[in-house]
């Protein structure tokens, strides 16, 4: 069964950064679009950024300037960069992928938790 492994969370003061990775566990035949998506306390899962196979991404608007997408094709992985972090960025952060393994279908992480301190 494949997987979307995640790393990189953590704690991080405000102003600071981060970079989360996200890589399938196992051998896919190929990604689509791929992206991270993020979830804080009482509210809804939101899309942060999305990025196609061709490397167009695409932000929220709450990040644009802040945040970068991007990815390896060559080793399945996406990538999140996260600069001028703050608190209200704090949430668990899932990443999210269209992969081939059996057909094609949607794959989520098992969520990173990043925290800003004030």
């Known amino acids: 069964q494949v997987q979307l492994v995640e790393s990189g969370g953590g704690l991080v003061q405000a102003g600071g950064s981060l970079r989360l990775s996200c890589v399938p566990s196992?051998?896919?035949?190929?990604?689509?679009?791929m992206g991270w998506y993020r979830q804080a306390p009482g509210k809804q899962r939101e899309s942060v950024a999305t990025i196609s196979s061709g490397g167009s991404p695409n932000y929220a608007d709450s990040v644009k300037g802040r945040f970068s997408i991007s990815r390896d094709n060559a080793k399945n992985t996406v990538y999140l960069q996260m600069n001028s972090l703050e608190p209200e960025d704090a949430a668990v952060y899932y990443c999210?992928?269209?992969?081939?393994?059996?057909?094609?279908?949607?794959?989520w992480g098992q969520g990173s938790q990043v925290t800003v301190s004030s």
């Open positions: 196992g051998r896919i035949g190929g990604a689509k679009a």
């Open positions: 999210n992928a269209f992969l081939f393994v059996i057909g094609w279908s949607t794959y």
